[in-house]
């Protein structure tokens, strides 16, 4: 069955590939890792009123708050899920935090874009209603989704794009200390 979120042409915006970062390759790049992620999303947060477009002042979540958006069983996680990670320029706003359970989130990880509908499309405890209800939702809310990479940062005096890269420049250093 083919999925009504591919009409009109559309295709996800993909993130970052996954990389091995320049740096230390030392036991503290999980926390490395760890510290980039809690800046982003302290980050994602702070911008989240200068982003366009704006999310609308009515928008309710399609998503019952009992159950996991995914596989919908009732053992939700205590913080849920970004569907687009921080890590992946996911804004910090109530589209992009939705309910889910352990086991959909550790095994989603930080995936979007096409490499996210696949998971969606080929997770066995998701059933193809759902497939479609997420993927639907997904091209509908993108927008509302993703941080541009050309919001001006006026804490930072640089682009959101400039920010991260000098980031992970200043991170390096840091954690090179340690290696």
Known sequence: MEHNSYQNNWAPI?????????GPKTKFAKKRADHRNAILKDW??????????KVPNDYTSPFDKTK?????????GPSGDEFRPSSQGGRYNIVNC??????CNSSKQDKCGTHLIKWIKYKPSIKVEQQEKLIN??????????????????KRNKTYEDGVKE?????????????
């Open 44 to 53: 994602s947060e702070r911008l989240e009123s200068e982003i366009e477009p």
């Open 137 to 154: 939702w997904y091209r509908e809310n993108e927008k509302y989704l993703i941080i541009p990479p050309n919001t001006f940062d006026s």
């Open 98 to 103: 939705i309910p889910c359970c352990g086991d």
């Open 68 to 76: 996991c958006s995914y596989c919908l069983t009732t053992r939700i």
């Open 167 to 179: 980031l992970d420049v200043e991170l390096n250093k840091v954690y090179e200390q340690f290696s």
């Open 14 to 22: 993909e993130g970052r590939p996954k990389k091995r970062r320049h």
